[in-house]
DNA sequence: TTTTGAGTTGTTCGA
DNA sequence: GTCGAACAACTCAAA
């Protein structure tokens, strides 16, 4: 009887590198069953926006030509993954099945139904860890509860500090020699092109392993050293942009942990400002995820509960306005069309354009959350949310309701030069610095020079920004008044 | 159990 | 132009 083989189930690990399960199947040079499957247990309004699957097709012809280039196939299936899975192993004899560990509630389901159905066919069921660098059950506090503050949540994670060191890719990986029935990646119909919303994306973005590694490297060689100002800078190319990379697991937080880690260099015991601030970023990553293990609700339900009595306004018109980048507002419309335009919105523009949708427009978080979660290639079922009600105010450790952004002040502290804003809003590009955030302060000579007509080629603002900031704060301060 | 210090990212106003 | 105070208590985490 030949080897049976040892079946790999790919999810938000597609990778070759650090990858404990792809690693521990080959263990012993057993041959291996590479198997990615399409669903993966979420429930309606949780499965993958379109700027996802975008990404996730690229991404899988990326992990399956790298699986191809050492002889192994990557076995597209559909789910139930439970079912694909009993499937490949009935077909194939495989006597183990290795896999990640997903965090998501309905993922944790998934992998209970997995388990259940391996043990049932008599495979071995092994489950390892990577999509982040603490597992959520295993920070506590000292009283032996999650945390809610990041601050020590993040005191906490240091101090356990991150001991595993990333493993290598597998050497000599030897294919199961059959074929098995596959889907073809095409009839997934992921992205289709019709419209081509998506055609500036691959002038952006790599996905893929090395495109994961590449950028990792590039952001450590060119803006690591400045990161610690120049991540809030719109106009300047200084964040990581591993965001969607590491959602897909292209490369693995511990991965991304040892290289700036290692990149840091130690002056007297203290720590370079840039690499120790986005060591903090990667932590803010862990505490969303440490979050949506408590509040498994966290994209539909806020977490503090008394945020539930918000009054919200239905605004049609204004949360279209604001999707497409129209709200008159310049630092908010560029955002929402970098968003659209490259499936990605810089952070500190995110906290601005969601600022200006929950406060200054007065619309439900939920909204945005959901077109985020749509449009952005490193839409994630932690992060997105989390990052929504921090802005709103609901989070475990948010911004104070009165914290309200203030988008013109916003965009000439950090876009000073308006760059960003007329890379994305054309219509404004010659307006002048002093005006670029203000438009419709901009006296008649300056807007005609320009080329801008208010209300024509450029909108009006939307809302009056004190007036609109006044209600937000009553419409904020009649809850706790509850 | 009680107390104490602290908490990502801000804005506005008035001196 | 710059600076400090007010904004609002509240909850969390640890001593």
């Known amino acids: 009887m030949p080897d049976r083989p040892a079946l790999v189930w790919f999810r938000n690990d597609l990778r070759l590198r650090d990858n404990a399960a792809l690693r521990a199947a080959t263990r012993g040079g057993r041959p291996i069953v590479a198997l990615y499957v399409l669903d993966d247990g979420a429930p309606p309004g949780r499965t993958p926006g379109a700027a996802s699957r975008w990404w996730l097709l690229h991404s899988l012809k990326a992990l399956s030509t790298d699986l191809a280039g050492v002889g192994v196939e990557l076995v597209l299936r559909r789910g139930p993954a439970e079912e694909a899975i009993a499937d490949l192993i009935g077909r194939t004899g495989a006597s183990s099945l290795h896999f990640s560990r997903a965090y998501t509630p309905w993922g944790a ?50 101090r356990q500090g991150v001991e ?30 019709r419209p ?29 050293g400045h ?37 840091i260099p130690r002056r007297e ?27 498994p609700a966290l994209h539909d339900e806020p977490f503090r509960p008394q945020f539930a009595h918000v009054h919200w306004l239905k605004d049609d018109a204004g949360l279209a306005a604001w999707r497409r980048g ?13 968003l659209w335009q490259t499936g990605w919105m810089h952070n500190r523009v995110r906290m601005i354009a969601a600022s200006f949708l929950v406060k200054n427009l007065l619309v439900d978080w939920r909204q945005g959350e ?34 309200i952004f203030n988008p013109v002040a916003q965009g000439e502290r950090f876009d000073p030069e308006g760059s960003y804003v007329r890379r994305f809003v054309p219509e404004l590009a010659r307006l002048p610095a002093r005006f670029i955030h203000r438009p419709w302060e901009a006296p008649g000579e300056a807007l005609a020079a320009a080329g801008v007509g208010l209300g024509e080629t450029y909108p009006r603002p939307l809302v009056d920004l004190k007036a609109s900031r006044e209600r937000a704060l009553a419409a904020f301060g009649a ?4």
């Not at 159905?117 to 999650?146: I, M, N, S, W």
């Not at 591993?242 to 490369?251: K, N, V």
């Not at 203290?270 to 979050?291: N, P, Q, T, V, Y």
């Open 109 to 158: 389901a998934l992998d209970e139904r997995v388990k259940a159905a391996a043990k049932a066919l008599g495979a071995q069921c092994h489950r390892y860890r990577g999509y982040l660098l603490f597992e959520p059950e295993d920070v506590r506090t000292g009283a032996g509860e999650p945390f809610k503050v990041f601050t020590p949540f993040a005191r906490a994670c240091r």
């Open 326 to 338: 129209s709200t008159g507002v310049p630092i908010v419309d560029a955002g929402m069309r970098e």
């Open 227 to 263: 990161y610690a100002e120049g991540r809030d800078r719109p106009d300047e190319a200084m964040t990581s942009r591993l965001s969607p990379h590491l959602h897909f697991g292209e490369i693995s937080p511990l991965q991304v942990w040892h290289a700036i880690m290692a990149a």
């Open 370 to 403: 959901r077109w985020f979660w749509d449009t952005l290639v490193d839409a994630d079922a932690g992060n997105n949310p989390a990052g929504w009600q921090w802005v709103a105010g609901s989070g475990a450790d948010a911004a104070p309701y009165f914290r």
């Open 196 to 224: 081509d919303w998506a055609r500036e994306f691959g002038s952006h973005w790599a996905p893929g392993e090395a495109g994961a590694e590449a950028r990792l490297r590039r952001f450590i060689d060119a803006a690591l």
């Open 479 to 482: 809850i706790k008044a509850r």
């Open 164 to 193: 595993r060191a990333p493993q290598d890719r597998p050497t000599a990986l030897r294919a199961y020699p059959e074929r098995v029935a596959a889907d073809r990646l095409d009839d997934w119909s992921l992205y289709d092109g």
């Open 269 to 295: 015991g203290r720590m370079d400002a840039g690499g120790e601030k986005f060591l903090s970023e990667l932590l803010w990553r862990e505490f969303s995820w440490h979050l949506f293990a408590q509040a």
